[in-house]
């Protein structure tokens, strides 16, 4: 949780630099910070007893003493000395979706709007017309981004409240007192957003499981505590509901409160035709009310002639119907996975040399990874001038002669232009391994030219993979308009996958949209948009995504050995 702290207050201060106009190298400096402790692994208390907080890409001698500060003291002077040089509330009007930092100091100026709540009162009430630059357009997209932003503090990116929870369920784990534990809820069936976490267990003594629970180190209020069930809110702001069951009953438990509420009534339907009854403890003959199962889930679809249905297809989405024929699909998981087709290296913005991630990838059992620094056109993210392109192809093809066990692919992540056109000629696409392609800019155009440049990209005979097709981010910015269907249709039609981003801000595709690409026959790859060692474990957030959306081994194109995959992504010119 205090790395948590500490990304919120490096993510502030670089807000109040952009506010300030400051450098924007040292803008940045905070953000890539703030991003790769978010995506650490271990507890910065730790790295900080063995002083090796300098090991965190990104972090030199200063921002140690802050972070060393921040988890020793809880404050950090500097953030503290530098809010008090901005208006109180202009951080706050900041986090709105598509206002930027001199529109938020121009509202301030002018309407002496300081928080959220006036912007919302003024925007509605068109006041905001007043000001100098702001339409009607203006409005609207203010108006959307405050929805958004309320949205996103009522709900949070799976691939960030996960990890909580699995500690919760791991702090219990390690008590005696506790037999069985199990998320359960919209978290097991692994949406991409969560609004709160439930947790299921049995124990010989609730009441000790209790104790437990609202004292764990992540809990900053106690909402309720009872001898079965607790609540609590975590120092994240996340609610954590906590239910002690019969061991007789977990099964069932489990069934009924990992949901969805759509799938469950079409069980009980299904019961009640037998002469059954379902509860969350138990399954029951409706005459005798005699229990005949409960203790484990997959009884529960047993007595109803039914497999069981993995939790992510729980959402009666023809599921149901699927179990019924046998035919619910074999979905894909993480050991299928032989490579990484999207990752950065200090060649522009990441934090690794290649050796080092071919080195990380080997240890993860890959195969292959893909380099894919940006293109020249994307200067924030430092994108690479064809010829430094062509030198890391270079470095690629020199390191390949001496690894072992593992293959270095030379790519790029190019950027789709707003008239649809890309910053690197083919001559020089076509001397690459794989070619990913994506919108970094731009996102305000309509839905008919967005579509368009999305599909002059796929028509690119050098072109691989289009890369998070939607360019949403949760709880920050909507995907942009996009005609999806016509999409999916030139995807097919062209030969270039799409990509299920495990970044856990984008999962995009989402979970709907895949499943429509796997029944048009469209090739998906599932890749993290690393930019440091410890993001290449995202792939399972877009495992978690890609299951959801029915996908098999076989829908996936990087569960092939690269030679396979090469075959397959090759474009007829």
Known sequence: ???????????????????????????????????NIESLSQDLDSMIERKALEEIPGIGKDLAQKIEEIISTGSLKFYEDLKKEIPEGLVELHSVPSLGPKTSKLLYDKLRIKNIEDLEEAAKSHKLLKVPGIREKTEENILRGIEMLKRGKERQPLGRVLPMAEEIVNALKASKDVRRVSLAGSLRRMKDTIKDIDILATSPDPSKVMKTFVNLPQVNEILARGITKSSIVTNAGIQVDLRVVEEDSFGAALAYFTGSKSHNIRLREMAMKRGLKINEYGVFDQKTDKKIAGKEEKDIYRVLDLPDIHPELREDMGEIEAAIRGDLPKLVKIKDIKGDLHVHSKWSDGSHTLEELAIAAKERG?????????????????????????????????????????????GTEVNIRSDGTIDYPDEVLSKLDIVVAAIHSGFRQDKEQMTKRVVMAMKNPFIHIIAHPTGRLLGEREGYELDIDLVLKTAKETNTALEINGYPLRLDLNDINSKKAKELGVSLVISTDAHVISQLDYIENGVKVARRGWLSKNDILNTLPWEKLKKKIAKTM
């Open 366 to 410: 890959y195969e292959y990874l893909a380099i894919t620094d940006h293109s020249k056109s994307l200067g924030i993210a430092r994108g690479l001038t064809k010829e430094a392109l062509l030198e890391m192809k270079k470095e690629v093809i020199s390191l390949n002669k001496r690894l072992r066990g593992v293959r270095l692919l030379a």
């Open 1 to 35: 949780m205090k790395n948590q702290e500490v990304v919120k207050v490096f993510n502030d201060i670089a807000d109040i630099l952009e506010i300030k106009g400051e450098n924007l190298f040292r803008i940045r400096a905070y953000r890539k910070a703030a991003q």
